[in-house]
């Protein structure tokens, strides 16, 4: 059974830094392709990045563009969101997931399109 932890969570202030890892276990990840998403209270999950792993294509949506970054360690079987210059909004449990796919669909940023997920991490922006 595919096996996902998420860590590096926190709190923070608004305009620092944070790395989330996605560590899996009973899987290799270079396999799939690696959703990030998060999901505030009383709000849907939604997808904040993604990153294929037969294109090493990266995706992002508006909110991350610019401040997110994506990237996979095989040799450590982990990927890595980088978050800079974080938001108070940008609050919320962070999961990571494996798609069914080596790449991210057109439909990536929805929640349905993968099928393992991890527990979540918490990270909390407040001065």
């Known amino acids: 059974q595919v096996q996902l932890v998420e860590s590096g969570g926190g709190l923070v202030q608004p305009g620092g830094s944070l790395r989330l890892s996605c560590a899996a276990s009973r899987f290799t990840l270079d396999r799939y392709a690696i959703g990030w998403f998060r999901q505030a209270p009383g709000k849907e999950r939604e997808g904040v990045s993604c990153?294929?792993?037969?294109?090493?294509?990266?995706y992002y949506t508006d909110s991350a563009k610019g401040r997110f970054t994506i990237s996979r360690d095989n040799a450590k079987n982990t990927v890595y969101l980088q978050m800079n210059n974080l938001k108070p909004e940008d609050t919320a449990v962070y999961y990571c997931?494996?798609?069914?796919?080596?790449?991210?669909?057109?439909?990536?940023?929805?929640?349905?399109?993968?099928?393992?997920w991890g527990k979540g991490t918490q990270v909390t922006v407040s001065s």
């Open positions: 997931a494996a798609g069914s796919w080596p790449w991210c669909t057109s439909s990536w940023y929805d929640a349905a399109s993968f099928g393992s």
């Open positions: 990153r294929g792993s037969s294109d090493g294509r990266t």
